[in-house]
Each structure stands twice: as C-alpha cells, then as structure tokens.
C-alpha cells in the first residue's frame, strides 16, 4: 500500500506570533518555521503502517515556496520514503491545495492520504474535506485511531461526548487529530540519508491546476492586550465579581 | 568565509534542541536535587546517536565532525549541562577506543557504546597526579598475556555507573612516554569504587575513586601501544576541551535567555527592569562575549576538523575562554535575577553550580594558559596562530 502525506511548513507552535506592522500579514523574518504539528502525526501514523508491513511506500508532498524542502527533508528523516515539492509563490488556500492534491493523488495512486486535521497557521480544517470531496473518497476525519484490515480502514474519531468508529473503503483520506501518536525525534543517522532519498520537484501549471487564491485577506492585526487581573481576598468576593461584573454565573 | 551553518547542521541543531526541550530541560532540577543518574534518558540520547558523534561510522558512530558535535552539544546543554557534559566525556573516551583500539575490542565494545546501551569512563586523573597528569603512577605490569594493574584513579566521572573505563597507566619509564591506555570491563576482579563525591554542580552524575588491586587483563585489552597513552590521552582531551567548553556556551545561552525574559516582566522603581541602563549594558555585554566565545569554540573545532598543527593551542583557548566566559554569563544572569536567582526554584543557581567545574577539569584554565603561552614564546609562533 500507498500513503500519501501532505505536510504544512507554518509558523513553529513555540514562537509567538506577531501581525506585520502594516497589518498585511504574520511577521515572518527570521522566524523559526516547522512542520505542523498535526501533519508531524500524520507522518508518524504512516511510517508506523510501513514499520508495521501494512503501507510499502510513504510519500511526502509540501506545496509552498522552495523554503518547503526544509520540512520535507525533516519528514524524509523521520522515515517517508521520498518527497515531492509543488514549488510555488502564491499562498495557496485550502480548496487551491486540495485541487494540487488530487493531481497528485490521481498521479502517484496512493491507497490512503493521510493528513493533519488543521494548520495551526490559519486554522482552516479544510483541505482534507475538500480533498475527499473532489476524489469522491471517503473521509475519516479527527482520528485518533486507525485500524486497516482487508481494503477497509477503520477511523475511530474524537467527537464532542465520545469516539466513533467509522469504516470505509480504500481509497481514503484521514486527518489526524492531537491524540493519534506521539511523533519520534529524528536520529542523527535518519537526517543524513534523508539527503539521500528520491526528492521531485512540480508546479501548479505542470498539475494543470489552477490555485490562484480566492480569498482576499483585508487585514491581519493582533488580539486586544488583556488587561492585568486583579487579587480578591476571599472566595465570597470571587463569586460576587463573577456574579455582578463579569456576570460569568448567575 | 561563511558563518552560516549548512543545511544538515541545522537538522542537527533542530533535533538537538527538541529533544533538550522536551527530554532534559524538564527533569533537570530533579535529577540534580536527587543526585539522579539519567540512564534512561541517556540510552534515548543513544538512540538518536547523540553517544558517538563524532566516532568513526565503520565503527558505528555518526562520523560526524567536532563542529557538527559541538552545534549539537550546545544545544543539548542547554536542557541539563551535567547529562550533557556526561555525554561529551562517554564521546571522548569513546572516540579513544574507535580510533586506537584494536579490531578485536572495537568489535566487542564499539557497538553498544555507540547506541549508548553501555557507557564509559576516562580515568586519567589520581590523587597525587591532577594537572602533572603525566606523573600518574598507576602501574600495568606484563605478565604473560596479560597485564596486571595496580593503582588509584580520582573524580573519573560516572565511575560506578558506567560499563567499562578507558584507563591511564604507566607501563615503562617516568614521564608521558612511559604511559599506556587500556580497556578495563568496570565489573572486572580487583577494581574498586569509592564513595560517590558530594559536589558543588554536575549532582546529577557519579564522581568516584577508582581503586586497582591486582586487575588482571589480557594485552588485548592494551588500547593503541605501549607508551602511546598519554599521546592518545591528550588527542582526546583536544576535543574533550572543546565538548566542555561547548557545555557552557549552551548553558549561558539559556541563562541568557532566561535574564532577557525577567528583564522584560520583573518591575522595581515603577518600571521593568530591563528599562534601567545598567542591566542593558549588562545583557549587551553578555551576549557580545557569548558570541566571541562561541565563535572560538567552532574556530578550534574546525582546526581539529582540518587536523590543523596547532589544533591543541586553539582547543586550549577555546576552553579558557569559553568557561570563564560562560560561568561570568551564568553569574551574571543570576545577579539579574536578584534574590530570585539565588532560589533553587529558578534554574540560574544550577547553571553557575554546574559551568563552574568547566574551568577546573579537563586541564585547569591555569593548565590552558600554559599550553598556550609556552606554544607562543617559541620562534614564529605569533605567524601561525592569530
Ligand atoms: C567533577 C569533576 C569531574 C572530573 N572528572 C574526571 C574524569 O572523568 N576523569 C579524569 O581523569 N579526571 C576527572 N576530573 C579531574 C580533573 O581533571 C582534575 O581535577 C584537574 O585536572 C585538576 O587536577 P587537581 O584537582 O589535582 O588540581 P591540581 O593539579 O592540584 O591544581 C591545583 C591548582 O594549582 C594550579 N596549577 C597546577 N599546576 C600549575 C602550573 N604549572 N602553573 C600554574 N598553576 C598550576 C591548578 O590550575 C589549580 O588551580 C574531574 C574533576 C572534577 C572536579
């Protein structure tokens, strides 16, 4: 079997982030960039299905500018077998990667796409559902388990109040969600051969895709400052701030 | 010249600063308050080959070179500096063993002390022999096929804990050229382990004397030739300098990152701290000598890299300065801290508790200063190394 993993390089989930000062954006000089948190899982769920005898090849894709490749290679070290970089300028919004994507898919076959539930940039948890839509594939989102058996992969999925368990079909697409598995470190050996391993380089006009943006963003600017709390003296102050002033409990 | 690190280093980089993040940085008050020898956490380091950096990938080593180790080691210090600084010493006595050893005893020993399954110590340092290393006097004496060693070993560090030790002793005349290097296996008949050391820093790993009585040895276990141990000493103690001295830069580091923050929230006088001139010239000075130092600690690295003639002077420097360089970051970021940072329950009381040894072992900064200014006053010396 063929898994294929989108990866997001974005904003590392340790930098605080800050609005450029003319509001067109997030400040990115010289920030630490890293692959997304929910898209690490997803490399991590596919190599355990390599290590596991169940997934033969794991293959990483990135769309983004060439900066793309330093994410690539991280996943390349964590064990995917090669990667492949839509190289483009343009930031391309979920329904642009999900069209790239399904280029891609219709290419290389893979059995399963596993992806990360959302950015933790822009937050959208959309691409993977908009990736099943246009394959018409069944779609196993927020999983925190998966389990494959005889051509039907089984999601059990966190949903508010509980789990559930859905099965589907081969060809699927899974997002992950926080609790699937905890990521490996790479090893120092891993990184160098990752150098090593098959790396393809393709373009939007080559995919024949289209993924000019559609969205226009008007302003980008930072949340209000807090203000500074206070310290009550007792408990019955507590409840009667909570009850009168921020009217919290009634 | 380019002082912007490839692509792998920053890999390297990377993964050495998540897993200090994440696996050291969290536990290290708790392992230096309760005296705890990390093994665990150490084998994981092996895992991802942090326990043979720079030893030989025949071997089974990362063959990487002295600078690639020291961006790692760096990084890793600035999770827990004792683990780290344990680290470096099992690299160095290790790399001993890969580059002097013989086929035999790389191949029954090289592969579980690279992945970190086993550990190892250096022992060349005894009680009446600190800085006049070469006036030790433990004995190997040939018996046959083997050698039996008699003697006592100071500070080895890990002793006790480790698996096997990388042993200094004098099988011939006075002096260095009467020194030997053996492999000793740490549970072998006749050897000794004195009381763990009570310690100002690096709590968190065993201190111990070392006793010989009678340890019988095959020759096999002779590590390079007769006579050849002090050169093999000293080679390793090149890079052993520049692992220390990386140990404090990475340890200011984090003193320093932590400073900058409290200079940032802690108010007196109405306002932070950071908004009085006095710390930000402090913090500014702080931060221009780290980075002197760090420069000259890669410097030395890529002359041992380049096997540059001079490569023991520069490693000498690098240690001098580094050390005292970072104990003065991590004290002056304790005193930015005031009363707070004399508390056990911020981290800048253990970081000065643990660089502080870095400018006591692996050759005094005394003992630095000596290879450098005796190199110096010889003919043309002030041509070469600059
Ligand atoms: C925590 C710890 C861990 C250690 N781990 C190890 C280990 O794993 N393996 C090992 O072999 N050793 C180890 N050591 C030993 C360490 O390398 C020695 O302590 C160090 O080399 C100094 O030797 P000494 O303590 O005998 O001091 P001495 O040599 O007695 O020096 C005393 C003072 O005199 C100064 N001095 C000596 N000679 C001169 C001179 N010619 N000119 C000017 N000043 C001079 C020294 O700089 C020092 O200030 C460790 C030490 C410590 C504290």
């Known amino acids: ?250 | 010249m380019d002082f912007n690190l490839s692509e792998d280093q920053q890999a390297f980089q990377n993964i050495a600063k998540e897993f200090a993040k994440k696996e050291l940085a969290p536990n290290a008050a708790e392992w230096d308050a309760k005296s705890e020898f990390p093994v665990e956490v150490i084998k994981k380091a092996g895992d991802l080959g942090f326990c043979s950096l720079y030893v030989a990938e025949e071997d089974g080593g990362m063959g990487l070179g002295r600078l690639d180790a020291s961006i790692i080691i760096e990084q890793l210090s600035t999770g827990c500096t004792s683990t780290t600084a344990f680290l470096t010493i099992h690299n160095m006595a290790l790399w001993m063993i890969s580059e002097f050893g013989s086929d035999d005893l790389k191949k029954q020993w090289c592969p579980s002390l690279c992945s970190g399954k086993k550990l190892v110590s250096y022992c060349l340092t005894e009680p009446g022999a600190g800085s006049d290393a070469a006036s030790l006097r433990t004995t190997a004496k040939k018996n046959g096929d083997n050698y039996v060693l008699n003697g006592s070993k100071s500070f080895i560090s890990g002793a006790g804990e480790t698996d096997c030790l990388v042993l200094m002793a004098r099988t011939g005349k006075e002096g260095p050229g009467g020194i030997s290097c053996f492999l000793l296996p740490a549970d072998i008949k006749g050897i000794e382990y004195g009381k763990k050391e009570e310690k100002m820093g690096w709590r968190n790993q065993p201190t111990r004397t070392v006793s010989l009585s009678d340890v019988e040895i095959p020759v096999s276990y002779l590590i390079g030739e007769e006579g050849q141990g002090f050169k093999i000493a000293m080679q390793g103690l090149d890079g052993g300098r520049i692992n220390i001295a990386t140990c404090s830069i990475g340890t200011a580091q984090a003193a320093i990152d932590a400073a900058q923050k409290y200079m940032n929230e802690r108010e007196q006088f109405g306002k932070k701290i950071g908004e009085f001139q006095a710390l930000q010239f402090k913090l500014a000075d702080m931060t221009t000598e780290l980075v002197a130092a760090r420069h000259l600690v890669r410097l030395a690295a890529t002359k041992i890299d380049s096997k540059h003639p001079e490569a023991t002077v520069y490693s000498a420097m690098a240690k001098r300065f580094a050390t005292d360089i970072g104990f003065n970051v991590c004290n002056e970021a304790l005193q930015i801290f005031g009363g707070y940072g004399y508390l056990q329950e911020f981290p800048l009381e253990r970081y000065v508790r643990d660089v502080r040894v870095h400018q006591i072992l692996e050759g005094t900064n005394e003992i630095m200063r000596m290879i450098i200014g005796r190199r110096m006053l010889m003919e043309g010396a002030t041509e070469i190394i600059q």
């Open chain 1, 1 to 250: 079997m063929k898994v294929l993993v989108p990866i997001k390089r974005v904003i590392d989930f340790n930098v605080k982030v800050r609005a450029k000062s003319d509001e067109t954006g997030p400040d990115l000089t010289n920030v630490k960039m890293a692959i997304n948190p929910f898209c690490e899982i997803a490399v991590e769920e596919a190599i355990r299905l390599k290590e596991a005898g169940t997934a033969q090849e794991v293959i990483a894709i990135s769309i983004g500018t060439n900066a793309c490749k330093e994410q690539l290679r991280t996943a390349l070290a964590l064990g995917a077998d090669r990667a492949i970089l839509v190289e483009t300028e343009i930031e391309v919004e979920p329904l642009g990667v999900a069209k790239l994507l399904k280029a891609v898919v219709e290419r290389e076959q893979p059995e399963l796409i596993i992806l990360g539930k959302q950015a933790i940039d822009d937050d959208s948890n959309q691409t993977g559902q908009m990736l099943a839509s246009l394959l018409s594939y069944p779609q196993g989102t927020f999983a925190s388990k998966i389990k494959i058996e005889k051509g039907k992969i089984n999601v059990t999925r966190e949903v508010d109040g509980g789990l559930q368990t859905v099965s589907l079909d081969l060809p699927a697409v899974v997002t992950t969600d926080l609790r699937l598995n905890e990521p490996r470190y790479a090893s120092l050996p891993n990184i160098m051969k990752a150098k090593k391993k098959p790396f393809d380089t393709l373009t939007p006009e080559e995919l024949n895709v289209d993924a000019s943006p559609r969205i226009e963003i008007l302003k980008v600017s930072p949340p209000p400052e807090r203000p500074t709390g206070i310290i009550v003296n007792s408990v019955d102050e507590l409840i009667e701030k909570l009850k009168n002033e921020a009217k919290v409990i009634s």
